[in-house]
């Protein structure tokens, strides 16, 4: 079973739809939880931290469950250039992949007008 | 430079062939990584320096792979006798503190990517 696991999608969706991301991690361990925004052909970029008590950035909202090990991502009124893939992304605290981040597949998300 | 720079930018490689891919860090970046992201597929860690010393390469995945660091500064990946399954985005990215874990303004900033196609 992979460390992090997402749902790749697609997510074809309208302008102005919301749209969540769910995201699953396998080592309970785990210490830091991020999401990342990665455009076509280009590296990834991180788009926010995400915490237990829950924490929003503008449209952007990232939630975490450490008891179901269980990190989502909702977007609100989504816009066209919200259109990239979302990678899901642990540092776990023990184990062999201890302090590096863990990425996973990540989700791809178009808008359409 | 202003950002994590990468070369080459876009490499094919003949089965077989060896190809050497540079990293070169913002300056004064003491963490440099290594990651390779398969089409389609996330980034997975490869290799991780902090200034010189290689202290964790337990992603390389044969060895024919081969990262090097040696004046902490630039980095370079040397993969030996390529292969079909080597081809992927292979991602460098640097932080001015040790360790990966961008919280507190340790934000980790990736390169573009050296593409790899091997044919």
């Known amino acids: 079973r992979k460390e992090v696991e997402q749902d790749p999608g697609p997510f074809n969706v309208p302008e102005g739809a919301t749209v969540a991301f769910n995201c699953t991690y396998s080592?309970?361990?785990?210490?830091?939880f991020f999401w990342y925004r990665q455009d076509c052909r280009k590296e990834p970029k991180l788009l926010m931290s995400v915490y237990s008590s829950g924490n929003e950035d503008g449209r952007f909202t990232a939630q975490l469950n450490r008891a179901s090990q269980y990190i989502s991502l909702l977007i609100r009124d989504s816009k066209l250039s919200d259109s990239a893939t979302y990678l899901c992304?642990?540092?776990?605290?023990?184990?062999?992949?201890?302090?590096?981040?863990?990425f996973g597949k990540g989700t791809k998300l178009s808008v359409k007008p | 430079g202003a950002g994590v720079s990468q070369s080459p930018r876009y490499k094919v490689a003949k089965r077989g062939q060896d190809v050497a891919l540079r990293c070169d860090p913002i300056s004064g970046h003491v963490s440099l990584f290594w990651y390779q992201q398969a089409l389609g597929q996330g980034p997975e860690f490869l290799t991780y320096?902090?200034?010189?010393?290689?202290?964790?390469k337990s992603g390389l995945p044969s060895d024919r792979f081969f990262a090097e660091r040696p004046e902490g500064s630039v980095s370079t990946l040397k993969i030996q006798r390529t292969q079909q399954e080597d081809s992927a985005v292979y991602l460098c990215?640097?932080?001015?503190?040790?360790?990966?874990?961008?919280?507190?303004?340790?934000?980790?900033?990736f390169g573009e990517g050296s593409w790899l196609t091997v044919v």
């Open positions: 320096f902090q200034n010189e010393a290689q202290l964790d």
């Open positions: 990215a640097s932080s001015y503190r040790t360790g990966s874990t961008p919280l507190s303004g340790n934000t980790i900033y």
């Open positions: 992304v642990v540092i776990p605290l023990f184990g062999g992949s201890q302090g590096n981040l863990i």
């Open positions: 080592n309970s361990a785990s210490q830091s």
